[in-house]
């Protein structure tokens, strides 16, 4: 039958052949998802395919045009516990008890949900990538980690929560079910503090033409319900967060005098800990992932506190003051400004100046308008933008010599910059009083000296110097010499 196919498609034809439905993606045809619309969907594809010689052109075009339309994407089941009752069973219950119920009920549903994507991301990501060596096996290793192991750890929480439903769909007491399950939680802090490596790590395999056609068509599969890679490694960690406002739901639906009162609370208190110690150590892995990822351009720029910083409170793109970008670090114990650069395919962050100790560290929250921003091309024909959303930071250090005029998005972005900068000096530089103290010793010092208005060094050594608006008073010594010598070597801004 076959070698008479061969034959005849060779020979001239006179007949009208309706030509096939283009199929848009080959995962319709090879989708790893057992769904049945799937299923029949490929069976459609390959009767059309091995059958175009049929006699009956009534079930050849039904067939284009079933394969002509987009395959509905998957959906989750959003049955609610009390639609499983009938309405005998229903008006057995209280409207408090049948609450507390769907509270249960929408937990374990949720499990339910979340061993079907773990199990998708094993088979319809990972082992199809390995299997066509679209990636090799360690490259998979640190994106998808060890998801497999926490499938157990679900169902085993699904076991005891069927174990301990009554005969009426109900269950008694679910308190201490939590409270003996949740100690398995902790395998989640080596998966949640990888996620920032992995997440880079797919992003540059991204830019493999092979990969990027693989994921594509996933997203384009029912299966994926619209969801990327990203998506389905990231649940997890978005499930750990909905634990304590699962069981405070189920609290609050909750009679007083209900036994499991006292369980709940305690299991609330035991997944908030557990949440503590996932973020710290997340924090921590953030922290030294970005540390190792700073190019320091000698040996004296690399600041011996870096290897304290435990901490990365804040990070960002920002501009100085000629408009360049520039990435900021606010770690606990540093201020990093860095540019993003490129070294063999790997990026990383080249710092730029000298990094700035917290605890010397000055903050100027600046008004908008006050300075005008402009590069060196420009600043040397124009009088410069005003600018909004900027600040300043600056080092006491006279050594350091340096302060930096930041320049922010937005209105929201430049306050959450000022709070983490505020936060840390706190901690850093002690007191309220020793913050004071701080100042006045700065204050004393500008009214000692003859002040004098001179332009902030922030502007491009190959442009001419632009002042802005409002300017800082520095202080002038009393002989031309040590004005010279002091300008020399004052403070050289350079904005952010």
């Keep these: 039958r076959i070698l008479q196919i061969s034959v005849n498609t060779s020979e001239p034809s006179n007949k009208r052949v309706r030509p096939l439905a283009k199929v848009s993606s080959l995962v319709n045809l090879i989708s790893p998802s057992k769904n049945g619309a799937v299923r029949r969907f490929g069976q459609t594809i390959q009767h059309m395919s091995l059958r175009g010689d049929s006699k009956s052109p009534g079930m050849s075009l039904k067939a284009t045009s079933k394969a002509s339309g987009p395959t509905p994407t998957k959906r989750r089941n959003s049955t609610l516990w009390s639609e499983t009752l009938d309405v005998h069973q229903k008006s057995t219950f209280s409207t408090k008890e049948i609450k507390r119920q769907e509270a249960i009920y929408e937990l ?3 499990e339910q949900d979340l061993i079907e994507d773990l199990q998708l991301a094993r088979k319809a990501y990972h082992d199809p990538m390995l299997k066509l060596s679209i990636m090799t096996e360690e490259e998979l290793g640190h994106i998808f980690g060890d998801l497999d192991a926490y ?5 085993d929480l699904l076991m005891k929560l069927t174990e301990g439903t009554g005969p009426d769909g109900t269950v008694a007491q679910i308190g201490q079910i939590v409270i003996d399950w949740l100690p398995g939680l902790n395998a989640y802090k080596n998966y949640c503090s990888n996620q920032l490596a992995a997440k880079a790590l797919l992003d540059q395999k991204k830019q493999d033409r092979r990969v990027q056609d693989f994921l594509q068509r996933c997203l384009e ?16 960690r978005s499930r750990l967060v909905k634990y304590p406002l699962l069981l405070r739901e189920i609290l609050r639906h909750t009679p007083p005098d209900h036994p499991d009162i006292t369980s709940l609370e305690r299991a609330i208190t035991i997944i908030q800990e557990i949440l503590s110690d996932i973020n ?3 924090g921590e892995s953030e922290c030294q992932y970005y540390i190792d990822k700073l ?21 960002g793109e920002l501009r100085n003051k000629s408009g360049s970008r520039l990435h900021v670090f606010l770690f606990s114990e540093l201020l990093v400004l860095t540019r993003p650069v490129t070294r063999n395919e790997r990026s990383c962050f080249q710092v730029y100046r000298q990094p700035i100790p917290v605890q010397d560290l000055s903050l100027e929250d600046l008004l908008d308008g006050e300075i005008r921003m402009g590069g060196s091309f420009r600043g040397a024909f124009t ?8 600040f300043r930071v600056s080092s006491l250090d006279p050594s350091h010599g340096q302060s930096h005029t930041l320049h922010v998005s937005d209105v929201y972005h430049k306050q959450q910059w000022l709070n983490c900068l505020r936060t840390a000096m706190t901690q850093q530089q002690g007191a309220p009083a020793r913050a004071q103290q701080r100042e006045s010793i700065r204050t004393k010092r500008r009214s000692s000296s003859i002040s004098a208005t001179i332009c902030d060094a922030e502007t491009d050594e190959n442009s001419p110097s632009v002042c802005g608006p409002k300017l800082r008073p520095q202080t002038l010594s009393k002989t031309r010499l040590e004005q010279k010598s002091q300008g020399s070597v004052k403070r050289k801004e350079t904005g952010v």
Excluded: M
């Design 295 to 315: 190019e320091f351009l000698d040996d004296k720029q690399r600041d011996p506190l870096i290897d304290n910083c435990k901490t990365l409170l804040c990070h």
């Design 108 to 110: 374990y549903r949720g």
């Design 383 to 390: 009088t410069g933008e005003k600018a909004k959303n900027v």
């Design 151 to 155: 499938i157990p750890l679900h169902e």
């Design 221 to 236: 599969s029912p299966f994926s319900r619209k969801l990327d890679l990203w998506s389905f490694l990231d649940i997890p």
């Design 280 to 282: 710290v150590r997340k």
